[in-house]
């Protein structure tokens, strides 16, 4: 019965003692352990010493057979070496005979993996004997026998719940019978309506088979683009509003349904008179005279036009989202590529300080087309995947500079590009990557808005808005903004539209040319923000747009750039990375600025040298993308040796999932490849 499970569990709860049965084949061992634990102030332990396997799970089965008296065990203290099993058989073989009682492991120095293997197959908990004292002996008993409590009363839990799943799937059936006659009187319902709107002759259509002579309402006559009568109530006719690419198929498929007396249901394009092209979708019956002879089709035309639209955006989506995932990838990969040869770049003029100015500047070169490559791998991911999400203080000018490099390159050169930037813009919290986002979205419309050229204006401003100014902008608030305006010379926006610029999926671009995603998208960034947009338009004289921003009435520090400031006192840094020349450049770099260094090249590495070093190491430098044991599987043992060790993450890959990850995983850092000497100094000066 569910009831029952859980009686082990709960056996000890409001007694004073504990039974501990210890299985120790080490006499001297045993009486050490009873010694600890005879100095225990707040709980007596009861222990009972075996020296087999075999007698423990004898013992244990008698006090099974005798219906669990108030004799039986709470936990069980098991040396992983004993006389008659050895490792992790013994563990298994015990819990095998009682599952539901704690066991906490009892291992040798050189035991420690073993022991955390045999966590890993049920053990509560771990002590290694020349480390055991009075209060972690207690407090890993009282955790082992809380921690299989919870587990059991979880299992108990599941248990019942199951049962009550079981219940609630049988109402649950019943009441979809119930819901199914429902839908079956509504569809009764619906056919009834149909045909009252094919009665009516809304958008319907009515063709003589025998004379071909077609008829349609004026709705249907709209539909398709032509003024009222205008309709020439021929077959041939109508075929030809058809679209080339589907006249053939749409013809078939009419001809078919007559043949086997059944309605026509297709879908197809039509070409209207200004030479709009519109999705149709046709529904219809077939009636057929006394003889049997098919007579006439009557049925209706529906326009489908956004719904294909709204499918074809949709796997758009799609497919830029698996393009994401291939850039997310590609972009891991050449970070790592990335990170050595800025690090050499920076690293050169220091160990070779009598360069002649030739070298020195092709190292400056080098340098810089590092960081170019860095800096374009890192916009790529900011639209396909979307980077690390947290908001920092900066200032919007360091961002235009950043668009102004990229719209120089990438707009035709017959906009002229003007950017107004000053240098004493009030400090704004945000996120970089979501900010670049709007500022490109905007850009590239005022592009497409300039097809034969024109002027793109780009400017940023502190302003101060007062309450008279806040009642006239919904969203705004009183307080300090700063604004950036993005203005062109372009069509402009008819008045009729402007307001549904910002609606999902709405767009003025042809098929294929736009989502209808991309100012919708800066309004959600802008509101998450705390902000909001004007947008003033006159056709053919261009728009403005203008973005509000929260700010705060100060300008951000000057950085000190000397390095020196951020060197180490010789601390002891452990370097985990499946990339050779990523160790040892980074190895280099921190040994240059006064840090001792040991490097990994996996995880079951890193786990050997910290075990090893322990007292000493102050740092780890963590590469989250490793095979066979990565840094996501390492840091939980790291923890387990030292719980406040100082832990960087760090990956060829800056997106927000992997960043999220590291940061629930323990780490304290993140640090992206490639990375820049200053970076990487300054994120171990936070220790």
């Not at 859980?6 to 120790?24: M, P, W, Y």
């Not at 078919?256 to 197809?268: M, N, R, W």
């Not at 000190?560 to 010789?570: K, Y």
Request: glycine share 6%.
């Amino acid at each position: 019965m569910v009831g029952d499970c859980n009686t082990a569990a709960r056996k000890h709860i409001g007694r004073s003692f504990v039974n501990i049965l210890l299985v120790e084949d080490n006499l001297a061992e045993a009486r050490l352990l009873q010694e600890v634990l005879k100095g225990t102030l707040f709980r007596r332990f009861n222990l009972a010493h075996v020296k087999r396997l075999g007698e423990a799970i004898s013992l244990l089965e008698r006090s099974r057979v005798e219906q669990l008296q108030a004799d039986d065990f709470d936990v069980v203290l098991l040396d992983l070496t004993l006389p008659d099993s050895h490792g992790l058989a013994s563990l298994d073989l015990l819990i095998q005979h009682a599952p539901s009682l704690p066991i906490v492991v009892l291992t040798n120095t050189n035991d420690e993996e073993l022991a955390v293997e045999a966590v890993r197959h049920g053990a509560q908990d771990y002590l290694v004997k020349r480390h055991v004292n009075q209060d972690n002996l207690v407090r890993s008993l009282r955790y082992a026998i809380e921690r299989k409590q919870a587990a059991e009363a979880l299992r108990e839990a599941n248990e019942i719940l199951e049962i009550r799943v079981q219940e609630r799937t049988a109402e649950l059936k019943t009441a979809n019978e119930l819901l199914r006659q429902e839908i079956e009187r509504c569809q009764k319902i619906q056919e009834r309506l149909e045909l009252a709107q094919k009665a009516g002759k809304i958008g319907t259509f009515e063709w003589n088979i025998q004379s071909h002579d077609v008829t349609w309402t004026a709705e249907l006559e709209a539909l398709y683009g032509l003024a009222p009568g205008s309709f020439d109530g021929r077959y041939d006719g109508w075929i030809q509003t058809i679209h080339s690419g589907d006249r053939i198929k749409t013809e078939q498929e009419l001809w078919q349904a007559v043949k086997t007396g059944q309605g026509l249901d297709t879908e197809f394009r039509i070409v209207c008179p200004a030479g709009e092209i519109r999705w149709i979708a046709v529904k219809s019956s077939l009636f057929h005279d006394q003889a049997g002879k098919p007579l006439r089709m009557i049925g209706i035309h529906m326009d489908i036009t956004e719904k294909k639209q709204l499918e074809a955006q949709f796997l758009r989506a799609q497919r830029l989202e698996s393009l994401g995932t291939l850039a997310s990838g590609i972009a891991h990969d050449l970070n790592n590529i990335l990170t050595p040869i800025l690090g050499v770049a920076q690293l050169l003029p220091l160990k070779l300080p009598n360069l002649n100015e030739q070298n020195q500047r092709m190292l400056q070169t080098l340098e810089t087309s590092a960081r170019r490559g860095a800096e374009l791998i890192r916009q790529i991911l900011s639209f396909a995947r979307g980077v690390e999400g947290k908001r920092v203080s900066l200032q919007i000018n360091h961002l235009l500079l950043e668009i102004e490099k990229i719209i120089q390159q990438t707009l035709p050169k017959s906009i002229d590009i003007h950017i107004d930037s000053p240098p004493n813009l009030w400090i704004i919290s945000g996120d970089a990557t979501q900010l670049h986002q709007i500022l490109m979205n905007l850009c590239v419309n005022a592009r497409d808005a300039m097809p034969h050229g024109g002027t793109l204006q780009i400017s940023a401003e502190n302003l101060l808005i007062d309450e008279q100014y806040a009642k006239m902008h919904l969203d705004a608030s009183v307080g300090a903004y700063v604004v950036v305006t993005v203005a062109d010379t372009g069509t402009g926006i008819p008045l009729d539209i402007l307001h549904r610029i910002f609606d999902p999926f709405f767009t003025t671009k042809e098929i294929g040319k736009g989502t209808g995603l991309g100012l919708s998208a800066v309004l959600g960034i802008v509101k998450s923000h705390g902000g909001f947009v004007d947008v003033q338009s006159q056709v053919n004289q261009g728009s403005q747009f203008k973005v509000f921003l929260p700010a705060s009435q100060s300008i951000l520090p000057q950085t000190d750039d000397d390095l020196e400031l951020l060197s180490g006192q010789q601390e002891l840094i452990l370097v985990v990375d499946d990339e050779a020349v990523i160790c040892e450049i980074t190895k280099t770099t921190l040994e240059t600025y006064n840090y001792q260094v040991l490097t990994a090249s996996d995880g079951i590495e890193a786990i050997a040298l910290f075990a090893q070093y322990k007292d000493k190491i102050q740092g780890v430098l963590m590469d989250i993308m490793m095979p066979s044991m990565d840094g996501m599987a390492v840091i939980p043992v790291l923890r387990q040796f030292n719980p406040n060790i100082y832990m960087v993450a760090m990956s060829g890959l800056n997106s927000t999932e992997a960043v999220l990850q590291a940061e629930q995983l323990g780490f304290q850092g993140f640090l992206p490849k490639p990375f820049a000497t200053k970076e990487l100094l300054q994120i171990l000066h936070k220790r």
